[in-house]
């Protein structure tokens, strides 16, 4: 009896021992900082994904401060006052130059699985890389293409052109309808979607940052750059109406939508932006950045803007911050940003809103992904807002010959590296 | 005596000038209330034509799923408390300025007016860490203490001015009439003061309800936002989220509203206030 008393005694202990020294899940609250308006539906999406992940890891819960856009402006203040934050999103090209720049993302390589990338689109992940070194987790996919009308272009009796030439015959044919194929916005950095994807076409991806980074300047002087430009400038009367100059964001955009115009070089957001004037029933139409006779470039490379989310470097939470970014790129996460959020995803394999069909086929089969407006202002953002941005829209304009702005850009070019 | 010629034309185009610029102004503002009531489709279709059927649901819209509700309380609480503590601080401070003999006056007041000449983005940083420090980061309380601090500089600088403006002789009668200093102040220069007093409150009033940028970096809980933060809201979710743009409008209504009505209802005690102050 008293053995067995003993014994019984005995168990206990070690069942409490074991009840002791087993891992004990800690409870955490990742505070996350969003990009994102509370009322927003990408906030509504991204308030469910943190539900199914609490409701997976009941440890684990969630404090969201819903700042809007100026997210990473007011995250760095905060930061340095010492607020306490694990994880934050934003424009992934302005996290390159900002906070990871600044050596507050947490590097993802190592605590993420080897294998993460291969579920992302096509170079997803690499995008927003430094030196090989990861720390980004893009989870909403913004491509730019041509967005447009398909009921006007179908009227015209067009097709959806893979080459220059054909897109300049398309707006012939939509011009015998009284309306302008494309419309832009007087802005300057709209207006480089054309000039940089036109030098991509001509002198292969990246070729905006690669001509920049030539110190001497010579690179802008190539006749492809020159050509780039000139074709930029010839859209004018032909595809883009010239009273478009006078357009201040939205007015032009907005006149697709109102039937004005055919379409617009714009990311993919552009359906979203214009949902309450164009309509549920608008006829969305996409196609690639066509391709230029004799260039590098392919019709199926694509220009990019990534919203990603990081996990700080100062979190306390770090396993946790990381677990919870490789979920928001999971299947189930990424169908619930497809389907509350509206936009597209960045994971292989989970498909798009309906509106955004084309877009989804082009960023499914992209040969390479490049940084929208042609990437220089993340990695030279001084040498962007200040000379490139402006003095390229003044030539796309018309206020400046294409010669006199390569060979502008040239001098510029090379007096920025002297001073560096 | 009838004006020359010469005074007729000069008239003529300073009431065409300014009759010019007035009329713009209040067609801007009608412009900004009719886009209130359209639809976004009408918006840019017939940017000039009276909306046919007005949507008022824009304003329930903004004023309740945008929180406008919220957000003009909040910026109503931390105003009214602003301006009613810089008057209780700014207007004993100013009078001691204008009228105490120590040592010091004169670099005390140019420090004051030194203030004025700080830029705002400078103070972010400071602001924010001295705020986490004592705990009034992201609270009304906080943005309330900040204001009122940056307002300081110039309210001085127009009270002290205002001080200056009155007679002496007052207060020396009150003074022989065996009043002490503090008597002095209450009961006799504070009611002289009351136009100038009435003047910064309106013009803080209105700065401060309009302040965009401190409240940017101080208040981040969606509870907390004042009115400018809500419009800043509603501009920014335009990109990426679809663009309600009467809605936007309609937020700026609602901002422009106390403002409007403080210029109908107050105009010409602000500019008594400020004519009094500037003639010595």
Redesign the interface.
Known sequence: MLRSSRSIFSSMLAGCALAVMAPQAQASELVF?SM???????AVALRAIMDAYTAAHPETTFSA??????NQ??LR??L????KVDLMDQDGDQLIGGLQKQGLALQLDGLVKADFGASLLPGVFDIYASEGKHYQVPYVY?SVNFWYNKEILEEAGAQEPATFDELLAMCDAVRKLDKYALVVDNDDTYALYYFSYLLERKLGVNALVTTFEDKTGESWLKPEVLKAAQMAQSLWGRCIPDDARGFQY??GQ??V??GDSMGNLNGS?LP??????A?EDFPWGAFNFPSVEGGKGKQTDLQVALLSMIALESSEHKEEAVDFLEFLVSEEAQKIIVEQGS?GSTRAGVAWPAILEEAYQAATNATAISNIYGGVGINYPDFYTTILAPEQNKMFMGQTEAKAFVEAMAADTKKYWEAK | MRPSTHQRIHRGIAWVILGGWGGFTVFLVLWVIMASLK???S???KPFEFPSAPAFVNYSKVWV??HFGEYFLNSLMVVTASVIGLLVVALPAAYVLSRGKFRGRKALLNFFIFGMGIPIPLL??PL??M??EIGL?DSLTGLTLVYLSVSLPFTIYVLQGFFSSLPSDLESAAVIDGCNDWQVFWHVMLPLAAPGAATVAILNFVGLWNEYQIS??LI???EKRTLSLGI??LM??????????PGLFAGVTIVMVPTILIYIFLSDRMISGITMGGVK
Do not use: C, D, H
Request: proline content about 4%; hydrophobic content about 40%.
């Open positions: 900082w994102w308006n509370e009322p927003e539906p990408q401060v819903w700042n809007g856009r100026a402006t007011k203040s905060a340095q006052a010492g607020t913004n939205p007015a907005q006149t939508a109102l957001w979203a932006e214009l949902s309450s004037s309509g936009v | 639809s976004t489709r918006l840019f279709g799923t945008s972010f940083i924010v860490v705020l986490s980061i940017l970096v981040n809980a969606q800043y809201s920014t979710s335009m990109q990426y989220s679809g663009g309600n743009w």
